[in-house]
Nanobody, 113 residues
């Protein structure tokens, strides 16, 4: 059974940094990603990374966020720098396995101005 557990969210001032982690279990995954959602809006893609290290970033986070993964630990990371109030959201880890999307429980990131 696939399980994803995020951690690392919190409250930070604008310009600050946070590092999110997503511990995965149940399988290894060819592609893992971070998404975020604010109230009243659809969940949107932040970044994805393949097992081989190919990376995609949403334009809004390019140059500020860095996605990485430790395949030995089956853990996904998101280093977030130069945070802005508009980055405030619940951040979710997602993997695709067996044709099904699996999501973590989410972790709140709040950036104060």
């Amino acid at each position: 059974q696939v399980q994803l557990v995020e951690s690392g969210g919190g409250l930070v001032q604008a310009g600050g940094s946070l590092r999110l982690s997503c511990a995965a279990s149940g399988s290894t995954f060819s592609i893992m990603g971070w998404y975020r959602q604010t109230p009243g809006k659809q969940r949107g893609l932040v970044a994805t990374i393949t097992r081989g290290g190919s990376i995609y970033y949403a334009d809004s986070v390019k140059g500020r966020f860095s996605i990485s993964r430790d395949n030995a630990k089956n853990t996904l990371y998101l280093q977030m720098n130069s945070l802005k109030p508009e980055d405030t959201a619940v951040y979710y880890c997602k993997v695709l396995w067996g044709g099904v999307d699996y999501w973590g429980q989410g972790t709140q990131v709040t950036v104060s101005s």
